[in-house]
């Protein structure tokens, strides 16, 4: 079982790639690969990315509520939902298609100190490892309680886990309502019991707009529908450049659909029903919440064993 995998975080300034694409090409096809299919031994699930951060350690983002119980919710219960979690996601290089699954311990995790959840936001970070050199290149070497694995009876899919670097990200502040975005994820409630319409092993893409931003509780409001299974999920905005350019940042991660509640009156006599429908406007964690958390519970990264010929 291996404890360390080749990782290509989608450095573009280390690439020398400007963060824009053509605007003829209206998602540049590496970003697609951004979302990570997360799932606890229980069978719930929900969505994620990878993020690298400033000092070299990489983390997975994603939704509180899939990893830890809410006391005012559920029955009083409190920590992990589970010990175990599963993220898929694909990698990077063409024509790969096998995706890449890494295991967490997330007892181990936590009582390492690498699991951290968010006192007031549905968010969770958990560093994976961090990055060291070696003679082939980069490498993530993983802490104890993550391990790459594969399926009963097949190989370890070979190829580069995929996430966002520092520079590729937006602020709150600089957020613009208006702009275009794209949501990534798994929303795996879609669709009707054996009648499967979609393959639920990869990601959906849904677009949308920033409708708002909601500067007291500093949440950003989307144009854009979410479901169960999105949650976790990133969000990228698409910001025009100019006539042909047009600039891709990660803004926040999907938090919650907003619903909106239907009550039934009569004229003379109210009927007593409601239903709780979704409105089709959906709340996101803004990256400020991401970063400040990873800088408060950040880690030594791991020393360079060898240095790049």
């Known amino acids: 079982m291996r404890n360390s995998i080749s990782i290509l975080f989608l450095f573009l300034l280390w690439l020398g790639i400007p963060s824009f694409a053509q605007a003829d090409r209206v998602l ?12 606890l031994e229980d069978g719930q699930n929900a969505s994620g990315f990878y ?8 983390w997975f983002i994603s939704a509180k509520h899939l990893f830890f119980w809410d006391p005012a919710k559920e029955e009083g219960r409190t920590g992990l939902k ?17 995706p890449i699954l890494i295991r967490l311990d997330l007892n181990v995790l936590q009582a390492a100190g690498h699991l951290h959840a968010h006192e007031t936001r549905d968010l969770t970070v958990i560093q994976l490892g961090g990055v060291k050199m070696t003679p082939r290149g980069k490498s993530l070497e993983f802490y104890d309680g993550v391990d790459r694995v594969a399926r009963a009876g097949e ?17 709150y502040a600089d957020v613009a309502v208006g702009n275009d975005v794209f949501i990534f994820g798994y929303p795996t409630s879609l669709g009707i019991e054996n009648y499967p319409q979609i393959d639920y092993e990869r990601p959906l893409l849904r677009k949308g707009v920033i409708a708002g931003k909601n500067n007291k509780k500093r949440t950003i409001i989307l144009d854009c529908p979410v479901f169960y299974g999105n949650s976790g999920g990133p969000v990228i905005e698409a910001e025009n450049m100019g006539i042909t350019t047009t600039a891709f940042h ?5 938090s919650e659909f907003i619903p909106f509640d239907d009550k039934w ?8 029903m409601r239903e709780i429908e979704n409105s089709g406007y959906s709340v996101v964690v803004p990256m400020d919440d991401i970063l400040d958390l990873i800088e408060k519970n950040q880690e030594p990264v791991l020393k360079q064993e060898a240095e790049v010929p």
């Open 28 to 39: 540049p096809q590496e970003h697609i690969k951004y979302p990570v299919s997360v799932t």
């Open 51 to 58: 993020l690298m951060d400033g000092k070299g350690s990489a």
């Open 82 to 98: 589970g010990g175990r979690a599963l993220l898929s996601s694909y990698p990077q290089e063409e024509g790969l298609e096998t």
């Open 155 to 171: 190989p370890a899919a070979e190829g580069s886990l995929v996430g966002a670097s520092e520079e590729v990200i937006k602020r």
């Open 250 to 254: 990660i803004i926040g991660m999907v």
């Open 265 to 272: 009156y009569g004229l003379k006599h109210p009927f007593g």
